[in-house]
């Protein structure tokens, strides 16, 4: 299996012992609280960045908040919520399942925000006019 289908390996591994240990009925009730939990947290280490970080060190701001944000998204994901996952990969905007859509965004708004770090660190010189 690929990369790809990590996530998809551990929810399995999870809901075997789910069912192995007669708990798969009530997990629901468990899931909607991880998933709280992971929002929650998001959001207060969103607003503790936002509101705590020095401006002398903002500049780390826009990556920091990509990759949490990246990071919760992945959690939330594994989590495999009914009402989560019926949204993310049950649903579809011109043919693109928003799950698909929601992801690349994300892993868009991480390789914008390296490409201008890189490009700030390493102040590529401008080529001479003509």
Known sequence: AGAGE?????????????????????????????VAVISLLWAILTLLALWRIPERRRRYLPMTLATATLMCFSAIRLVSLHQVDTLLYRRSVEGLRVGVIIELLLVTVAAVIINRARRTVIQVPSLPEK
């Not at 551990?10 to 009530?26: I, K, N, P, Q, V």
């Open 6 to 34: 990590l996530g998809k390996t551990l929810t399995g591994f999870a809901r075997s012992g789910a069912y192995a240990d007669g708990w798969y009925e009530s997990r629901r009730s468990l899931q909607v609280v991880i």
